[in-house]
């Protein structure tokens, strides 16, 4: 229930800018569910305790890469985001694995491996292709200012040549109104 808590706070804050106060908070309401989670693994045995104790420490490198997304909101700390949950499920199911032998065993380590590797791999694709998207859309601003002041200096020369047509004071008020208009 707490760490649920944490991840309600983590995501509602993700919404306005945190104090290094509240992060230390929330940094250190992580690690005592952390420690509260690693206790009610002493109490099992053998493998169960160490998937317990996988599961806990998954659970706090999450909450902790989460926390810093939060923080941040970065690429990079999104990426991280990822990889924490991709390590913290591969974890896990290396030490299931250890409940097998033989043939069995390394299929399982195998799978957890690969899971692994896919986790990365999809994070990555997640970043660049996050990057790609920023770059093409500040390249689109860029192409549509650019076409919009290409569209103002056609105009004012429209504007400059009617205005030829004129006489004297006239002519000159009118090049200073579409100098005004178009902006130059």
């Keep these: 229930i707490a760490t649920a808590a944490c991840l309600l706070l983590i995501n509602s804050a993700m919404a306005q800018t945190m104090s290094s106060s509240d992060v230390s908070a929330i940094k250190s309401r992580i690690r005592s569910d952390y420690k509260a989670e690693k206790s009610t693994c002493g109490s099992r045995s053998g493998n169960a305790k160490d998937i317990c104790m996988a ?3 998954g659970k706090e490198n999450v909450a902790l890469a989460e926390l810093e997304h939060s923080d941040k909101l970065t690429l990079k700390t999104q990426y991280q985001v990822n990889v ?3 390590e913290a499920t591969y974890e896990v199911a290396k030490q299931k694995c250890d409940d ?6 390394d299929v399982c380590m195998k799978e957890a491996k690969a899971a692994l590797t896919s986790a990365k791999a999809d994070a990555t694709v997640q970043m660049k292709t996050s990057e790609a998207n920023a770059k093409a859309s500040s390249s689109n601003k860029e192409a549509r200012a650019d076409a919009a002041a290409d569209k103002r200096a056609a105009e004012l020369k429209i504007a400059e040549e009617k205005c030829e047509a004129l006489a004297s004071t006239a002519k ?3 090049l200073a109104a579409a100098k005004a208009k ?3």
């Design 182 to 184: 178009f902006g130059k």
């Design 84 to 86: 924490a949950k991709g």
């Design 172 to 174: 000159d008020t009118c």
């Design 55 to 57: 599961e806990a420490k």
């Design 100 to 105: 097998l032998s033989g043939n069995p065993k």
